[in-house]
């Protein structure tokens, strides 16, 4: 991880509000057109945007969070994804389920064999 960024993770956890101020000057139009793909008007990405933020800012400050495998942008973004979801949820926007796994059971299907009216079916649709 770049030296920057872990430096500025220690003055997150230092409770430096210059690191917080550049934190969310340097990922809010990013974050903003990142959030535009679900729908939402720019106000309500913003607002999102200020929660997240802030949530980052307490995990850092008060629970001395430490990322070791991802940047300061992945973990912002994805308190930032998870409070667009709750929003869309309040609203009943949301449709369908964050798939995190790939959790299906193999079938095999039997071929099946055709009539002779199925045949003479399928014959005549092919030539349409």
Same mark, same amino acid.
Request: hydrophobic share 30%; charged share 30%; glycine share 4%.
């Given at each position: ?10 003055? !997150? ?6 690191? !917080?101020?550049? +934190?969310? =000057?340097?990922?809010?139009? =990013? ?8 729908? !939402?008007?720019? /106000? @309500? !990405? ?8 802030? =949530? ?33 949820? /309040? ?6 389920? +964050?798939?995190?796994? @790939? /959790? ?11 009539? /002779? ?12």
């Amino acid at each position: 991880m770049e030296k920057q960024h872990l430096d500025l993770q220690t003055r !997150l956890r230092n409770n430096d509000k210059k690191a !917080l101020e550049e +934190v969310y =000057a340097t990922y809010k139009n =990013a974050f903003v057109n990142y959030g535009l793909q679900f729908k !939402l008007d720019t /106000e @309500d !990405l913003i607002d999102i945007y200020q929660d997240s933020v802030i =949530a980052m800012y307490q995990n850092f400050t008060t629970k001395q969070t430490q990322l070791e495998k991802s940047s300061l942008k992945t973990y912002l973004f994805s308190i930032g994804k998870h409070k667009i979801y709750d929003r869309l949820k /309040e609203r009943k926007q949301f449709v369908g389920t +964050v798939v995190t796994e @790939d /959790e299906y059971e193999e079938i095999t299907l039997e071929e099946k064999v055709l009539s /002779e009216q199925q045949q003479q079916l399928r014959k005549f649709f092919g030539r349409l």
